[in-house]
């Protein structure tokens, strides 16, 4: 009996480590050839990426100089002479778009232009140790004006930048002479699109992404995105020179993402303090912007800031300093002139094919 249980015990430890041994792989050969096909094609997107960045950083080198605040590199344009006026752009844009644009120019015959490239935006450095708030940019731009000797100014922002420029104003008012505000997004609402364009900001999955397949489709989807920001009027003809992959670099599509997630949160944070701003204001609207409605946003905080101005362009999209220049340079010459009061409320203007001024 005693011999017949141990040989059943050695059959049982047989079938046992026979199941071992003869087990199914963890991994099914075909799964195992899909992930090597995956790597085979992120592998290959990482070198177009790799490919694409250094040849626009190539073609599009730093135009401006550079200043350094609180270890943070921040490049800027500089052009002209008088009293300053700073350019803040939107999200997934840099300096260049006042350039292309031609307000850089026509302010410059006037004004002590100065165009920053936002942390983490073209040649500026956005360190992933600080949460880049509209206050924090704020703060560092302030610090960095200061260097220049440039202060205080009067603060134009697009879409993004115009969070930044409110941030300024309240944050230390002292140091902001006025604001001139276009297309800006001020009271948190729902969005669906934030949610899509936050994805390279997420950890690990959005670097993995943003150094492979985010460029690549991000490349695919710019026409109609561009058609989109100018729409109802056509692309502006200088901007067909940006420079597309200078906007497709990992490191800016991190610093879009982010910003497109704090966007929300960050109309939240300021839209109380709104009435705490005493300093002239000027709001540009396009009557067609597709991306911030106009009725939520500037004729909402038109209402809320009683000395604040409103011009809204008719026919107009997004991009309006690709399409009301001479309105913005005159509304700024007004403010600096200390004549508040402007002739105009809503304008239609010429067909956006006209290429803008540039005077160099």
Same mark, same amino acid.
């Given at each position: ?105 026509? /302010? ?87 949610? /899509? ?18 460029? /690549? ?83 909402? /905080? ?59």
């Amino acid at each position: 009996m005693a011999r017949m249980k141990r040989q059943d015990g050695d059959v049982q430890g047989w079938n046992l480590r026979s199941r071992l041994v003869t087990r199914e792989p963890v991994v099914s050969p075909s799964l195992a050839a899909k992930l090597a096909v995956g790597a085979a094609v992120l592998g290959a997107a990482y070198l177009v990426v790799r490919s694409k960045t250094r040849q626009a950083e190539a073609e599009s080198p730093p135009a401006g100089q550079f200043v350094e605040v609180d270890g943070v590199r921040l490049h800027y344009v500089e052009r002209g002479a008088g009293p300053v006026v700073v350019l803040l752009h939107g999200n997934g844009a840099t300096s260049l778009d006042f350039e292309l644009s031609g307000l850089i120019d026509m /302010l410059a015959r006037d004004h002590r232009v100065i165009a920053f490239d936002r942390p983490g935006f073209g040649y500026s450095e956005r360190p992933r140790s600080t949460v880049w708030t509209p206050a924090e940019q704020a703060a560092l731009l302030g610090k960095a004006l200061k260097q220049l000797d440039a202060g205080p100014a009067y603060v134009l922002g697009h879409s993004w930048g115009t969070l930044v420029a409110l941030a300024m104003a309240l944050d230390a008012p002292a140091t902001v002479r006025g604001l001139i505000l276009l297309s800006g997004y001020y009271y948190p609402s729902p969005r669906l699109d934030v949610a /899509l364009m936050s994805a390279p900001a997420v950890p690990l999955l959005g670097d993995v992404m943003r150094f492979t397949v985010s460029p /690549l489709l991000g490349r695919l989807m710019w026409k109609g995105f561009v058609k989109k920001v100018f729409s109802p009027r056509a692309e502006a003809v200088s901007f067909a020179r940006w420079p597309k992959w200078l906007s497709l670099r990992p490191s800016q599509l991190r610093a879009s993402g982010a910003e497109s997630a704090l966007m929300i949160p960050a109309a939240a944070s300021l839209r109380h303090r709104y009435a705490d701003i005493k300093l002239p204001v000027t709001i540009f609207s396009g009557s067609g912007d597709k991306l911030v409605a106009p009725a939520q946003n500037a004729e909402r /905080l038109h209402r809320e800031l009683l000395q604040s101005q409103l011009h809204t362009v008719q026919d107009a999209g997004h991009m309006l300093h690709y399409v009301a220049q001479d309105e913005i340079v005159r509304a700024v010459r007004d403010m600096v002139e200390n004549r508040p009061r402007m002739d105009f409320q809503q304008t239609t203007h010429h067909d956006g094919d006209t290429p803008p001024r540039v005077l160099h």
